[in-house]
Structure formats: structure tokens, C-alpha cells
T-cell receptor, first 112, second 109 residues
Framework: NAGVTQTPKFQVLKTGQSMTLQCAQD?????MYWYRQDPGMGLRLIYY???????DKGEVPNGYNVSRLNKREFSLRLESAAPSQTSVYFC???????????FGQGTRLTVV | SQQGEEDPQALSIQEGENATMNCSYKTSINNLQWYRQNSGRGLVHLIL?????REKHSGRLRVTLDTSKKSSSLLITASRAADTASYFCATDSSYKLIFGSGTRLLVRP
């Protein structure tokens, strides 16, 4: 039982490159979330998916897209990376929206 | 701006002392949760308190919620060095979990 698994753990991108962050959970949770955390700050919600087949914008969605591929997987895509997107990205899931959330270990992304 | 704001931003105490951190929020909520984050790691859920509850306990943790003041507090009793971490409140408002900026707690041995 792995919980929430994020890949990759580390990534360096050049400005303008694209990439997809992968997230998978094995807890049969309905809701999944993507957050970013900048140094010394709290988490800001990028996008969330209340259930399979639905996605909604969070606090800071600009520059990102998401796909809820199935109940297990929720990916985050950066189409054209910018230095301002340098951050640690966390995926989380919960059985339903607003319930206790379980977090992955994060992806450290640097855009140069 | 973020929904929840923790106070203080940083707290340094001696092992064995109690640690209190506060969270204020802006809009009505369904529940409020507290999480811990060890340096560089993912967040771990500590406790959830519903909007119709006023106080909740879990081991050495005590959480209070005052919806009239839109505030919550987390008390860690008899702190240990292993409690050193950042603590975040998260509010469930419109069924989205929104996090505050966190309190960094240092427990000195």
C-alpha cells in the first residue's frame, strides 16, 4: 500500500520546456489535488478533481493544466515552463472533497 | 490571498513545554484541519475539527475552534524534540482544502 506516489522527485527544466508531473493513489479516493509550495510559505491549490471526470481551478491555476486520467491518476502539465514555476509540487488525495488529505512526497522543480 | 493565517510564524520552546499556535480564516467552513510537515517532506494529517465542534483531543494535541471569531488553536502538550516541524491549518471551504502559511516550531532539547 504505497499511498500517494509522485514522479519524478526532482526535475530541472529550461524556460519554455514542457513537462508532466504524474500522481497516482492506491487508496480508492475520489478527490485529488495539486498544490505548490514556495520556500517558507504554505501550500497553494493549483487544481483539484472532486471525482473522476471532473477538474476545477484552485487559487493559482495559470500556466498549468491537469488531467484526471482515471480514479487513480491525476497529472499536472506545464506547457511552457517559466522561472516563476520553480517550486515544490505536492499531490494529495482524499476519500471525498474536504476530508483528511494524504500527501505524496513532492516533486522539486527548478526552471532555469 | 490564503484563507488561513497562522500565528506566530515561528516558535521556539524548550522540550517539555507546551506549544500553542493559532489560525485565523476568512470565510465560513465545513471543517478545519491541522497538518505537520517535516523539513522537505509531504504533509501529514494531525486532526480534523468540524464546524459544529468546539474542542477536540488526540493524544498530546488539543484543537479548539471558534467559528464566531473565525479562529482555531492547536496546543501540543509536553513537547518533544521530534515535534520540531512546520504546522499548517487547512480550511475546507466550498469543499476545497485551502492552507495557511504555517508556523515553524523548534523544540530545543
Amino acid at each position: 500500500n504505497a499511498g500517494v506516489t509522485q514522479t519524478p522527485k526532482f526535475q530541472v527544466l529550461k524556460t519554455g520546456q514542457s513537462m508532466t508531473l504524474q500522481c497516482a493513489q492506491d487508496m480508492n479516493h475520489n478527490s485529488m489535488y495539486w498544490y505548490r509550495q514556495d520556500p517558507g510559505m504554505g501550500l497553494r491549490l493549483i487544481y483539484y478533481s472532486a471525482s473522476e471526470g471532473t477538474t476545477d481551478k484552485g487559487e493559482v491555476p495559470n500556466g498549468y493544466n491537469v488531467s484526471r486520467l482515471n480514479k487513480r491518476e491525476f497529472s499536472l502539465r506545464l506547457e511552457s515552463a517559466a522561472p516563476s514555476q520553480t517550486s515544490v509540487y505536492f499531490c494529495a488525495s482524499s476519500v471525498v472533497q474536504g476530508a483528511e488529505a494524504f500527501f505524496g512526497q513532492g516533486t522539486r522543480l527548478t526552471v532555469v | 490571498s490564503q484563507q488561513g493565517e497562522e500565528d506566530p510564524q515561528a516558535l521556539s520552546i524548550q522540550e517539555g513545554e507546551n506549544a500553542t499556535m493559532n489560525c485565523s480564516y476568512k470565510t465560513s467552513i465545513n471543517n478545519l484541519q491541522w497538518y505537520r510537515q517535516n523539513s522537505g517532506r509531504g504533509l501529514v494529517h494531525l486532526i480534523l475539527i468540524r464546524s459544529n465542534e468546539r474542542e477536540k483531543h488526540s493524544g498530546r494535541l488539543r484543537v479548539t475552534l471558534d467559528t464566531s471569531k473565525k479562529s482555531s488553536s492547536l496546543l501540543i502538550t509536553a513537547s518533544r524534540a521530534a515535534d520540531t516541524a512546520s504546522y499548517f491549518c487547512a480550511t475546507d471551504s466550498s469543499y476545497k482544502l485551502i492552507f495557511g502559511s504555517g508556523t515553524r516550531l523548534l523544540v530545543r532539547p
